[in-house]
């Protein structure tokens, strides 16, 4: 069992930046591969970015050049980083992993909150 808590979450204004924190314990490896997904009031939850046990990483279009995830094998942390944050950025942000690349994430954390005001 892999245990996630994120943390890092809170209110900024537009424009503004944030890092999220996933700290995993318990049966922690270096070889999962992790995601940070977000869900919003009324939508579906998606993966906002991904890397692989390897380092290599993966966005969605929206956050881009805005959004860098980063990992700490030596801490068993997870990182979000989040600069020039827009208010359709808003939602409930989950730390995620998973054991094989093309499998489903199997571990999830508990989520944080990330509100930004316009």
């Known amino acids: 069992q892999v245990q996630l808590v994120e943390s890092g979450g809170g209110l900024v204004q537009a424009g503004g930046s944030l890092r999220l924190s996933c700290a995993a314990s318990g049966r922690t490896s270096s070889s999962y591969h992790m995601g940070w997904f977000r869900q919003a009031p009324g939508k579906q939850r998606e993966l906002v970015a991904a890397?692989?046990?390897?380092?290599?990483?993966d966005y969605r279009d929206s956050v881009k050049g805005r959004f860098t995830i980063s990992r700490d094998n030596a801490k068993n942390t997870v990182y979000l980083q989040m600069n020039s944050l827009k208010p359709e950025d808003t939602a409930v942000y989950y730390c995620a992993g998973k054991g094989t690349y093309l499998g489903t994430y199997d571990y999830w954390g508990q989520g944080t909150q990330v509100t930004v005001s316009s």
């Open positions: 890397i692989t046990s390897g380092g290599r990483t």
